[in-house]
C-alpha cells in the first residue's frame, strides 16, 4: 500500500493506493489532526476510519511508502510524516482540477445536473482526498516505486 497526501494549512486529503495505482480507501483530516492521522496510520490503516470518505480501508494495511504534494505548507507534513513513514515530495500543480475530473467520473451527475458540462459543475464535497490520489497515481507513473 502507498499513501497520497495532498498538504494544506485548514485540512489534508489522504489517499491509500495500490502499486498498480487502484484507489482503496481516501478521506480528509483537518490540519491540526496530522500527529494523530500519522500515529494511526503507521499502526494500521484500520484506524483512520474516522476520515474516510471513499473505500474501505483494509484489515492489514502496511504503508511501504508516502507521496507529499510539494505545495502549501508541506515541510510540516514531511516532517511529521518522516517519524513514521519514507516520504518522496511530488510536484502537485493541476491536482485540484484532476480531482474534479475525477469526482465526476466516481459519481457520475444525475438528473438535471447530467446535461450540465462537467466543467460547469462543482463536486458537493471537498475534493482533496482525490488530489491526494492525483499525487498519489503521478508518483506510481513516474516510477517512484522499487
Given at each position: 500500500?502507498y499513501?497520497?497526501?495532498?498538504?494544506?494549512?485548514?485540512?489534508?486529503?489522504?489517499?491509500?493506493?495500490?502499486?498498480?495505482?487502484?484507489?482503496?480507501?481516501?478521506?480528509?483530516?483537518?490540519?491540526?489532526?496530522?500527529?494523530?492521522?500519522?500515529?494511526?496510520?503507521a499502526?494500521?490503516?484500520?484506524?483512520?476510519?474516522?476520515?474516510?470518505?471513499?473505500?474501505?480501508?483494509?484489515?492489514?494495511?502496511?504503508?511501504?511508502?508516502?507521496?507529499?504534494?510539494?505545495?502549501?505548507?508541506?515541510?510540516?507534513?514531511?516532517?511529521?510524516?518522516?517519524?513514521?513513514?519514507?516520504?518522496?515530495?511530488?510536484?502537485e500543480?493541476?491536482?485540484?482540477?484532476?480531482?474534479?475530473?475525477l469526482?465526476?467520473?466516481?459519481?457520475?451527475?444525475?438528473?438535471?445536473?447530467?446535461?450540465?458540462?462537467?466543467?460547469?459543475l462543482?463536486?458537493?464535497?471537498?475534493?482533496?482526498?482525490?488530489?491526494?490520489?492525483?499525487?498519489?497515481?503521478?508518483?506510481?507513473?513516474?516510477?517512484?516505486?522499487?
Amino acid at each position: 500500500m502507498y499513501l497520497g497526501i495532498d498538504p494544506g494549512r485548514q485540512k489534508f486529503g489522504w489517499a491509500l493506493g495500490g502499486a498498480e495505482g487502484t484507489l482503496v480507501a481516501s478521506g480528509i483530516v483537518p490540519a491540526e489532526e496530522l500527529e494523530d492521522f500519522a500515529l494511526k496510520a503507521a499502526r494500521s490503516c484500520k484506524g483512520c476510519e474516522e476520515w474516510l470518505l471513499e473505500g474501505e480501508l483494509p484489515e492489514d494495511g502496511k504503508i511501504a511508502k508516502v507521496f507529499c504534494g510539494d505545495g502549501t505548507g508541506h515541510a510540516r507534513f514531511v516532517q511529521e510524516l518522516a517519524c513514521h513513514f519514507e516520504v518522496e515530495l511530488v510536484e502537485e500543480l493541476n491536482t485540484t482540477l484532476e480531482a474534479r475530473r475525477l469526482y465526476w467520473d466516481m459519481h457520475p451527475p444525475r438528473g438535471l445536473r447530467r446535461l450540465v458540462p462537467l466543467s460547469l459543475l462543482v463536486p458537493p464535497r471537498c475534493v482533496d482526498d482525490l488530489a491526494a490520489f492525483c499525487i498519489l497515481r503521478r508518483a506510481l507513473a513516474a516510477g517512484a516505486i522499487e
